[in-house]
């Protein structure tokens, strides 16, 4: 599996992944807590990553 380009949609606690071949076809298409999506990138061979995220997406210490 030869995969060009990655996005990720961040949220809180879990991150979609969809990752594309060079013909644009959908290689891989999961849901991943933080601690799998750096095992899972960090295993990868190098390629593009596009990161998406909401304002909602991160946490805040203010109440």
Do not use: P
């Amino acid at each position: 599996m030869q995969i060009r380009s990655v996005g990720i949609d961040l949220g809180k606690t879990t991150f979609h992944l969809v990752a594309l071949g060079a013909s644009g076809k959908v290689l891989v298409k999961k849901k991943f807590t933080q601690k799998q999506l750096l095992a899972f990138t960090a295993n990868m061979q190098t390629s593009l990553i596009g990161l998406e995220a909401c304002a909602g997406a991160h946490f805040s210490d203010e109440h």
